[in-house]
């Protein structure tokens, strides 16, 4: 059997600058996504590890980014060092499986299929193997935007984040390579919910200025969960519910429900400097490391907020 690489960090970076959009193309194109499933070992917390299993290295899967009536031509290569056969389903495509039953891969094989992305709008895409479950649950997911032929209303800076658990037989704060348990996934009790891969992926990667306009794609890859998503201090000024693009917007928003599966989108300006806490408000999922540091820096506004910078994690009146 392969020895499965070691990589430094599982996390996908969520800074979406120099992802190029497709905005300003006036008409469809066709376009080549290139994927590869690796099983990876990488860290999930302080001296505990999982074996990752990933889109292109890292988790989540690579951010893609096409047009409303795009021609996709997507090839899904299976390292060799895997030792799992590996396909992908993606929820932006119109077809049997989303593209899963043509693109069953074993290790070292690669299969290429066309797709045309006929809806607008935020889709989730995962490995779904007859496992299916079992192989998201190791990080076997991404999120795919299908831009409107009009394009999405602009903004200074876009996040890209997922919440995932990990079900590992030893208990949560537990040191080294954490073996998969399989009952507790089924019992719906993971020992990690993070974002993006692990804990603390996005404590010092996510800086603004005040007066920013920020968009945060948000996905959920399950695979038991509902997501409450939040930011302490911050309300979304507009929500594309369940990701949908030309229908209803919310306005004025909380905290958005986003399942298992599936994904969200928010706009908000950011008034005020400081350090703004991402959680799933299911809030014990914090313990378990579903948080994450927007970062925020500037001039005070005594206008909107007079007060003593609090240092604490939480926020909520701890």
């Not at 799992?84 to 693109?103: E, K, R, S």
């Not at 507009?238 to 030309?246: D, K, M, R």
């Not at 313990?287 to 609090?310: H, M, S, T």
Request: net charge negative; with cysteine; charged share 20%.
């Amino acid at each position: 059997m392969p020895e499965m690489e070691k990589v430094a960090n599982i996390a996908r970076d969520p800074n979406l600058n120099g992802i190029s959009s497709f905005v300003m193309r006036v008409a469809p194109d066709r376009v080549k996504i290139e994927l590869e499933t690796k099983e990876v070992i990488g860290e999930m917390a302080n001296g505990a590890q999982f074996a990752y299993w990933t889109f292109n290295g890292a988790v989540p899967g690579p951010f893609l980014r096409i047009r409303e009536g795009d021609t996709v031509e997507l090839t899904l290569k299976n390292n060799l060092s895997s030792v799992n056969h590996h396909n992908i389903d993606l929820h932006a495509v119109t077809g049997p499986g989303g593209g899963a039953i043509m693109t069953n891969v074993a290790p070292g094989e690669s299969k290429t299929i066309d797709f045309k992305a006929l809806n607008p709008g935020l889709y989730v895409y995962h490995c779904a193997h007859p496992n299916a479950a079992t192989h998201m649950a190791h990080g076997l997911y991404g999120l795919i935007l299908v831009e409107p032929k009009e394009g999405l209303p602009k903004v200074d800076k876009e996040f890209y984040v997922m919440q995932g658990e990990f079900y590992g037989a030893g208990a949560l704060g537990n040191k080294g390579l954490q073996v998969f348990d399989a009952q507790k996934m089924l019992d719906a009790k993971p020992e990690y919910v993070v974002f993006s891969g692990k804990v603390k992926a996005l404590a010092e990667n996510m800086k603004v200025n005040v007066g920013d306009k920020i968009r945060i794609f948000f996905g959920n890859g399950g695979v038991n969960f509902v997501s409450s998503f939040h930011v302490i201090g911050e309300i979304f000024d507009t929500v594309y519910p369940e990701a949908s693009i030309n229908g209803a917007l919310f306005k004025n928003v909380q905290t958005t429900l986003v399942p298992a599966g599936g994904a969200t989108i928010v706009d908000f300006k950011l008034e005020v400097p400081g350090n703004y806490i991402l959680v799933d408000h299911a809030l014990s999922r914090l313990n378990r490391g579903a948080w994450g540091v927007l970062q925020v820096v500037g001039e005070q506004n005594k206008e909107i907020f007079n007060g003593i910078p609090n240092s604490s994690l939480h926020g909520h009146g701890d």
